[in-house]
């Protein structure tokens, strides 16, 4: 078995759809990035490369390459997921957190695991997703982003 773990952090702005777990959640503000900014996405695909000694998510999908302007994140972590598999692991679960003061998310988290669990490749109960706020400190308590830390857990393909 073999660990690995991720966060990331976007600023909050207006005129941007908000992404979180490849949803789109009605709300005033979206992250701002160079992708859709998907915290959430971006902290599992950090973490899954991580897991299998892979760099991280910077290094196989730079903001300097036009080909990611506006790419849904859920795109990347397909892609993230076919990596460490042809790497000989396959995804034994991922769990997430998300950090937010606003909107509550707790609704969407249903529509998050499966649309990450698809992404994976995986069922449904290896992906947990879990929404947290900071009681109004920091960055994501005075609404200005939001940041997401993900572990994920691989092991050999090969093995049972």
């Known amino acids: 078995m073999r660990v690995g773990i991720g966060y990331d952090a976007h600023r909050l702005v ?3 759809a908000l992404i979180l777990g490849g949803v789109e959640i009605p709300w005033e503000k979206g992250l701002l990035g160079h992708s859709d900014a998907d915290v959430l996405v971006h902290a599992v695909c950090d973490a899954l490369l991580g897991a299998a000694g892979l760099g991280d998510i910077g290094s196989h999908f730079p903001d300097s390459d036009e080909r990611y302007r506006g790419i849904r994140s859920v795109r990347l972590l397909e892609q993230v997921a076919s990596m460490v598999r042809g790497h000989g692991f396959r995804v034994e679960n991922v769990d997430v ?16 695991k499966r649309c990450l669990s698809r992404a994976l490749g995986v069922d449904e109960m290896r ?5 947290t706020t900071t009681e109004g400190l920091g960055f994501e308590g005075r609404e200005e982003g939001m940041s997401a830390q993900a572990v ?3 092991a050999p393909a090969d093995q049972p």
Do not use: E, S, W
């Open 127 to 131: 992906v947990n997703i879990k929404a």
């Open 14 to 16: 207006a005129g941007r």
């Open 97 to 112: 957190t998300v950090v937010a003061q606003k909107p509550r998310l707790a609704p969407y988290v249903p529509q998050m």
């Open 152 to 154: 994920a857990c691989i």
